[in-house]
């Protein structure tokens, strides 16, 4: 799936206007496309070097640091909408993340790799760890810090108090999915509100 097809999925849930918080923002693309094509403003969160300086390029506001520090320097509902793309597995606290994310946002999406899509299983069943376009790396080698399901992160948003307000997956080429998910979905996107 391409980083595009991701952009334009996410683009869709975010208001016209928002004003964005980008966690793990990358080079800044998502964020860019979000004030272009639907006039949001905001920041980037980003730990790497080179993709700070990315952002930077593009004309963004970005802020480098560890998000595993938390996001204290931000007030309580600071933004319309906090963003969570392929950020959650590499964090060593998701769930401390996601309480974070619904305190200083009045919503969030949240999107990752799905392991539960059938490839995976049937990878994990031969008795070897996937490596597919979303998990393109090695066990070994791997930035990901944990893996995540669809039916997992359900549970979890809801323990903490969350509102799913919409939940879908997306296949390999960027489709929308929303039959059967869990297994047929190579990401998962969450849009979640505070009850």
Known sequence: ?????????????????????????????????????????????????????????????????????????????????????????HLRNAETMLRETARVGRSAIVAFPNFAHWPNRLRVLAGRMPVTKRLPYEWYDTPNIRVGTFADFEVLARRLGLQVEDAFGLDDEGREVRTLPNLLASTAVFKLAKR
Not at 36 to 65: N, P, T
């Open 1 to 89: 799936m391409s980083d595009r097809a991701i952009q334009t999925m996410i683009a869709r849930l975010v208001p016209t206007g928002a004003r964005v918080l980008d966690l793990g923002c990358g080079d800044g693309a998502l964020l860019a496309h979000l004030r272009e094509a639907r006039g949001c403003s905001g920041y980037g969160i980003e730990i790497d070097d080179a993709l700070v300086l990315a952002c930077l390029k593009r004309g963004l506001d970005v802020l480098q640091f560890n998000l595993e520090e938390g996001l204290s320097m931000f007030a309580d509902d600071s933004f319309d909408v906090v963003l969570q793309i392929d950020t959650l597995q």
